[in-house]
């Protein structure tokens, strides 16, 4: 069975930054592509971050470009989100999610496990 567990989130301030964990179990993390999304309320789930399990290759939307970073540790199965030089905007709750599917999905739906999110606040 899938599984996938965030921690990480909590309250910081603009300009500050952020690391999120995300540890999975059921499945190697080695065949499978890992995205971060995040979602707040009455809006659809907005892409952040993907990440091949394989060769650790990302890809980001402009909007993070620069600020986020996504990276793995096969060996203790965790992919984590750094964030920095974040904004109000950014608030949201973030989950992680996997395909088995080679490439990055950008539809929250189409991805075959999540978590059950962690919430990120930024505000001052």
């Known amino acids: 069975q899938m599984q996938l567990v965030e921690s990480g989130g909590g309250l910081v301030q603009p300009g500050g930054s952020l690391t999120l964990s995300c540890v999975v179990s059921?499945?190697?993390?080695?065949?499978?592509?890992i995205s971060w999304f995040r979602q707040v309320p009455g809006k659809v789930h907005e892409w952040v971050s993907c990440?091949?399990?394989?060769?650790?290759?990302?890809q980001y939307p402009d909007h993070v470009k620069g600020r986020f970073t996504t990276s793995r540790h096969n060996a203790l199965m965790t992919v984590y989100l750094e964030m920095n030089s974040l904004k109000p905007e950014d608030t949201g709750r973030y989950y992680c999610?996997?395909?088995?599917?080679?490439?990055?999905?950008?539809?929250?739906?189409?991805?075959?496990?999540w978590g059950q999110g962690t919430q990120v606040t930024v505000s001052s």
């Open positions: 990440l091949s399990g394989s060769d650790g290759s990302t």
């Open positions: 999610a996997a395909t088995v599917q080679a490439l990055c999905l950008t539809d929250f739906d189409e991805y075959d496990s």
């Open positions: 059921g499945f190697t993390l080695d065949y499978y592509f």
